[in-house]
């Protein structure tokens, strides 16, 4: 985790602010590569699955970038942007409430972008990233501390957690593809 700085915008408010800035596991060759090394150093047995992890991650991403190129896909989301205008009329004119809108969006959404029920996983989704920011946590304070045991401990958590999200995005994927 490194400390950033950056122009807060808070309505002409622009001061300088430093945030931690979170660098997780999205793909990078350098990521990809301490890892492996750190395997190869600590847990030589799970090398094989972490290469393995790193391929499907980016075969699934290069599938969710094939996705965005799709003219079904594109035309969706054309389709979203002209209901977002004509919605925002409405709301203008006083036709219908913002509430009303974003629940309009939602339905949409729900019916023509293949994610139904986002909003009913959210207390899961929140249980699963807290416990994935326990386990980077963790795994940071091991790479600090630089104490071999503990790296060992973490590294199957990071290797399962990374199993998981490529799990979550296959399943994200195949949504989407529907």
């Known amino acids: 985790m490194t400390t950033a700085s950056r122009t807060a915008h808070s309505h002409g408010d622009h001061e300088r602010v430093d945030i931690k800035v979170r660098h997780g596991m999205h793909g990078s060759v350098h990521q990809k590569m301490y890892m492996l090394l750190l395997a190869e150093k600590y847990t030589p047995d799970s090398v094989a699955e972490w290469q393995a992890v790193f391929k499907e991650r980016e075969r ?20 979203r942007r002209q209901l977002v205008s004509k919605l925002n009329e409405q709301v203008k004119k006083g036709e219908i409430t913002s509430e009303q809108m974003e629940q309009q969006l939602k339905d949409w959404r729900e019916k023509n972008m293949g994610m ?37 401990q973490v590294l199957p958590q990071m290797l399962e957690q990374m199993k998981a999200k490529n799990t979550a995005m296959a399943e994200r994927l195949e949504q989407k593809k529907k």
Do not use: V
């Not at 094939?66 to 896909?73: F, N, Q, R, V």
């Open 60 to 79: 699934l991403m290069n599938e969710f970038a094939a996705l965005g190129e799709d003219p079904k896909w594109k035309a969706k989301r054309e389709e």
């Open 116 to 152: 139904p029920g986002m909003k009913e996983d959210r207390e899961a989704r929140k249980a699963r990233m807290e416990k994935m920011k326990t386990t980077h946590e963790a795994f940071e304070a091991a790479i600090e501390s630089g104490d071999a045991a503990k790296i060992k």
